[in-house]
């Protein structure tokens, strides 16, 4: 990974892309935590195999921070190491506060920066801390986010749809409540090259992984799905269900396409049956 050093903007000017990329970060996986007297501090807790990106984040910091080691047990094995960087700066830690880095318990709360930022880099961010990257089984490319936050989840979406026309609808999971947002084939692709440009700070492993995915082209015998286009018809049967579930069962769609059409006739963005 090559050295990013401290631009000459001010400490978490957002602008900038490896700050934006670093805030990305510190949402998901940072912590503040605070104490009496205005004491506290920031940290953030990774597998030891991604420490060099804390020695970056240690490099745009002109803060003093430390970066040490940790071995714990966890639930999915006997040992983990992990490396933790800390910084008591009342200042830094005043200012990444009040960019949208919460203290305490976050992951529902964080919003992307109300202020000017480098949107890619930002997100780029979150999906190194908390997301994923890579092929399914079936050799297929992904990009993965994972969150708790909506405005995150609705603002990822959002990004994706500009940037190649991809139609999503977020939903939480019925199990933990957390959202999963994902993009296959020529979208993981088209996302990946975007986010994960070359000369970004991110760490080195996704940065592999989606150059790869950048490079990926559907195989000539891999058909692609036409789109299926809504009728009138199907439009009243979905507005007189009871819920999208039993609407997909009936119409042979999925639940995910039926809850993004019914969202667009009750928000306008389509025209009620009665208005054709």
């Not at 900038?16 to 953030?44: C, I, K, N």
């Not at 490319?141 to 609808?169: D, H, Q």
Request: hydrophobic letters at 35%; one cysteine or more; charged letters at 25%.
């Amino acid at each position: 990974m090559a050295e990013h050093e401290p631009s000459a903007r001010p400490f978490m000017d957002l602008r900038v892309p490896e700050y934006a990329y670093m805030f990305g970060f510190l949402q998901a996986d940072g912590h503040l935590s605070q104490q009496s007297r205005d004491r506290g501090r920031l940290t953030v807790e990774i597998n030891a195999r991604d420490i060099e990106i804390l020695h970056e984040f240690q490099r745009l910091t002109p803060y003093n921070s430390t970066i040490s080691g940790r071995t714990r047990s966890t639930n999915f094995a006997e040992s983990s190491i992990t490396a933790v960087w800390s910084m008591w700066s009342l200042e830094a830690r005043t200012t990444i506060n009040q960019l949208g880095l919460p203290y305490g318990r976050k992951s529902k709360k964080i919003t992307p920066p109300r202020v000017e930022f480098s949107r890619r880099d930002y997100l780029r961010g979150l999906v190194d801390a908390d997301g994923s990257i890579g092929y399914t089984g079936q050799q297929l490319p992904f990009i993965s986010l994972t969150t708790a936050s909506t405005a995150v989840g609705i603002y990822f979406c959002r990004y994706a749809r500009m940037l190649m026309g991809a139609e999503r609808l977020i939903k939480r999971n019925a199990r933990d409540g957390i959202y999963n947002i994902n993009y296959d084939k020529e979208q993981a692709a088209r996302l990946a090259a975007d986010l994960y440009y070359p000369g970004c700070l991110s760490l080195e492993r996704k940065q592999t992984k989606a150059d790869s995915l950048a490079a990926w082209v559907r195989p000539a015998d891999m058909k692609v799905s036409p789109k299926r286009r809504w009728r009138l018809w199907e439009d009243e049967i979905l507005l007189g269900c009871d819920n999208p579930a039993s609407a997909a069962e009936t119409l042979g769609r999925t639940i995910q396409s039926c809850n993004l059409r019914l969202w667009r006739l009750r928000t306008g963005q389509v025209p009620m049956p009665s208005s054709n």
